[in-house]
């Protein structure tokens, strides 16, 4: 994250961080970090709670407010649980940015008590500290959330940033450790440009404000539902840095950032911590196809030893021109394409070479059974473990407990046959239960941030909506066709419309003592009434109409 974009970021977000609580700290993934915030009033754009995604680092560092809220599976480390100690339930007094070092400073509410002076021998008891330690939270974008305890006289005042005259532009970008504000990517833009053009550019961003420019691929992979954010600037990129993307300026920057925080951050967080419970799997396949690949060579050599019983009957058919006794390594003898070469073993007789072929071929046949079995059983667990594989990787309860554990466990080698797959136009994988027992599977299979759909008033399947991470938005049409998919198999499915509920799967608990899949909903994200379409089912099973769900 470029300084001028964390300036924009900074101008937006501290008004409205100033004054509001802080809930939570969590870490939902490797190296990013949540905030929960509760604000003073609510935000247009971000609801009443939003949550500060912050992910810092040397390379590709980011911060973005969001309006949904990233579920945390991990054990909190050392390092959270400090930060909730001293920063969770205080409200931030106000936030200060130093925006060229990249940092966000914010005063929590309450001090950090003095500590206790030791007294002189005789003199009583100990004195304490006259001066309480403010409780500093700094945000860097370089070195991660810390916690610092100053004094009033010690409080944060970032530097005013220095900008070089439009004619000592080119000598500021050589020496460009002089000014801070000659940021990298800054320096890579204004390198190829125009000087009339960069000196308009650098006046731009001293005014700043502007707009915050998304771009996104021209060639979206096959199946993709939409085009996702793969870089983000508060400056158009020049050609060469924007070649095969796609431009959108964007005004508000909250919105822009929180767009491509969601594909960034929270997209590829999920994608790594995927990867890394599906580890495991993948050493499971790959011996277990080192396996086959042995059984294939022991196949090869009894098909060998096979071979002798015929060798055996050959000789068994001429011994009558030898002697009892004769011994050779080679013997020719006719068979029914012409002579034969028969390899011996010198040490034995021809009648004990021609038995010892016979035993050799019968250890072969019964050496058949053994394998074939092995093989199928190797089989069977490869396909297991592949499908297990995809579904880590897809996200989903999965997901949860491979990273759990080191060892895989067996798996049905497919999907539930109590669950119904179907693909939405818009590319989300939409999961239906097809009986009670299906409902639970599908819940099985579901991650926290997932949306679950039911309709309202009765009995009817759950469906769920698979979304690679909790800021993921859900369009319109594919809440509309999860929402008719669950009104067709309840007790709504001869009416012309259907009203639904719709939770993240999160807030949606089995029910004690209900009947098997009875739910209660902790939390509703909203209702929605949706037509009944019956065509709705063939349309969008995979491979028919509806867009490709293998990304989910």
């Known amino acids: 994250m470029d300084a001028h974009l964390f300036r924009l970021f900074c101008t937006a977000a501290c008004p409205l961080l100033a004054g509001a609580r802080l809930a ?300 009892q006794d004769y011994r050779s390594k080679l013997v020719s003898v006719e068979g029914e394409d012409g002579p034969v070469d028969i390899a011996l073993d010198p040490r034995f007789t021809l009648r004990e070479n021609m038995e010892r072929f016979f035993h050799q071929a019968k250890r072969a046949a019964r050496g058949f059974a053994h394998v074939e079995a092995r093989r199928r059983a190797l089989a069977e667990e490869l396909k297991a473990v592949q499908d297990r594989r995809r579904e880590v990787l897809m996200g989903g309860a999965g997901a949860r407990r491979e990273a759990k554990k080191a060892q895989p466990q067996a798996l049905p080698a497919e999907t539930p046959k109590r669950v119904q797959v179907f693909a939405s136009s818009d590319g989300f994988t939409l999961l239906r239960g097809r009986d009670a027992r299906g409902n639970l599977e599908v819940r099985r299979l579901a991650s926290p941030h997932d949306i679950w759909v039911h309709a309202e008033g009765g009995p009817g399947a759950h469906v769920i909506i698979r979304r690679s991470h909790g800021g993921e938005a859900v369009p319109e049409r594919t809440l509309d066709e999860a929402g008719s998919l669950a009104a067709l198999k309840s007790w709504l499915k001869d009416e012309p419309s259907a009203l639904l509920t719709y939770c993240e799967v999160r807030h949606v608990k089995p029910l004690r003592g209900a009947p098997l899949g009875t739910m209660r909903m902790d939390k509703v994200l909203f209702t929605r009434t949706v037509p009944v379409d019956p065509s709705l089912e063939e349309r969008l099973a995979p491979g028919r109409g509806g867009g490709s769900a293998s990304g989910q």
């Open 24 to 323: 939570k700290v969590q870490e939902p993934a490797e190296g990013v970090l949540t905030f929960n915030f509760e604000l003073f009033r609510p935000h247009p754009l971000l609801g009443r709670k939003p949550q500060l995604v912050f992910r810092p680092g040397r390379k590709e560092p980011f911060a973005f407010l969001s309006s949904a809220r990233t579920s945390a599976n991990a054990e909190p480390s050392a390092y959270v649980m400090r930060l909730r100690k001293h920063a969770a339930g205080r409200t931030v007094r106000c936030a200060v940015p130093d925006w060229t070092g990249r940092e966000l400073w914010l005063l929590m509410s309450g001090a950090m008590p003095g500590r206790e002076r030791p007294c002189a021998e005789g003199s009583g008891a100990g004195e304490a500290d006259q001066d309480a330690k403010l409780v500093w939270l700094c945000l860097s974008l370089r070195e991660g959330a810390r916690l610092f305890f100053l004094s009033e006289d010690e409080t944060p005042k970032p530097a005013e940033p220095v900008w070089p005259e439009a004619g000592n532009l080119a000598l500021a970008c050589e020496d460009w450790r002089a000014w801070p504000v000659l940021t990298p990517a800054l320096r890579r833009t204004l390198k190829g440009m125009d000087p009339l053009d960069a000196s308009a550019l650098m006046a731009d961003l001293e005014a700043g404000g502007g707009d915050v420019f998304l771009y996104t691929r021209a060639d979206p992979e096959e199946g993709a539902q939409r085009r996702p954010v793969v870089k983000v600037s508060c400056w158009p990129l020049p050609p060469e840095q924007a070649e095969g993307l796609v431009e959108e300026a964007v005004a508000d920057p909250l919105e822009a950032l929180m767009r491509a925080g969601g594909d960034l951050v929270l997209a590829e967080a999920g994608r790594r911590a995927a990867q890394q419970a599906a580890q495991p799997l993948l050493r499971r396949e790959k011996h277990l196809l080192q396996l086959l690949a042995r059984q294939d060579e022991e196949t090869e050599r009894l098909q060998k030893m096979l071979a002798l019983g015929a060798q055996g009957r050959l000789l068994q058919g001429w011994l009558w021109q030898w002697p």
